[in-house]
């Protein structure tokens, strides 16, 4: 599964590098968040991987459910698949946004890669193995390493959302005694703590299942976590919410290392 994601990552992170070499207008979603020809570029190839190789598994991608293209995935397993996350990022010039395609099987990830096209990079994540690609000017990959989250050590670093920070982030830094912070967009958040480059990553404000699963799978495959506020995992296909959009996550954490302690400091 994870090669027809790698195919599929790096041929939509190429035609993503091409709309951004070329130039392309902005519209804005219902939601006011932008779209690109980009996105909707990247996400038709990688439908049409996911088709080819696996017809039988649904997909909820974003832009599909942006458009009410949203499959039954009650019972089954399925895909998640946001095309460019980071889409801000990707219309301001800056290097962070990513491609990212997810498993999801009985409500957890267990397969995903997350592809950062201008960077050179990808992660991916099966089960309980997580690799980082360096990715040639040629899309290909040039070198594969196996990563793992680290132990986590007494002078913390915690990583937060470019955009999307919060009060409540501060707070959490300040109870756990965690007093470096670096900002970062799109879902390499996830793959920093996988290679044990960070140790949390706590979120409070609004993410969709997409954003998160495929980073959240790598992190997980590399000996890592993502657990809600009251500890318990982070789980996919919430559909049928009487407080809140379908596919849409609570406030979560997540942690690079073994020793996560969610009580204050």
Known sequence: M?????RAALE???AIITVLREGFPVAMKA?????TVADEEAERIILAHLARDYPEIPVVAEESVAAGKVPDIAGRGFFLVDPLDGTREFVDGRQEFTVNIAYIENGAPVAGIVYAPALGLAFSG?????????????????????????????????????????P?????????????????????????LAEGKADVYP???????????AGDAVLR?????????????????????AADFDFANPNFISWGGRKRVLEPA
């Open 31 to 35: 939601d006011a968040s932008p779209v």
């Open 203 to 213: 979120r409070f404000t609004r993410t969709m299942e997409w954003d998160t699963a």
């Open 168 to 192: 409540e982030t501060g707070s959490f830094l300040a109870d756990h005694a965690i007093f470096k912070c670096t900002n970062i967009g799109s879902s390499l958040k996830f793959c920093l």
């Open 2 to 6: 994870l090669r027809t994601f790698e």
């Open 12 to 14: 939509a992170g190429k």
């Open 221 to 241: 495959a590399a000996g890592g976590s993502t657990v809600t506020l009251d500890g318990t995992p982070l789980t996919y296909g919430k559909t049928g919410m």
């Open 126 to 166: 099966e089960r309980d193995h997580a690799e980082r690609l360096v990715v040639a000017d040629d899309f290909t990959v040039g070198a594969r390493s196996t990563i793992t989250v680290r132990e986590q050590p007494d002078d913390r670093l915690a990583l937060a959302s470019l955009r999307h920070n919060s």
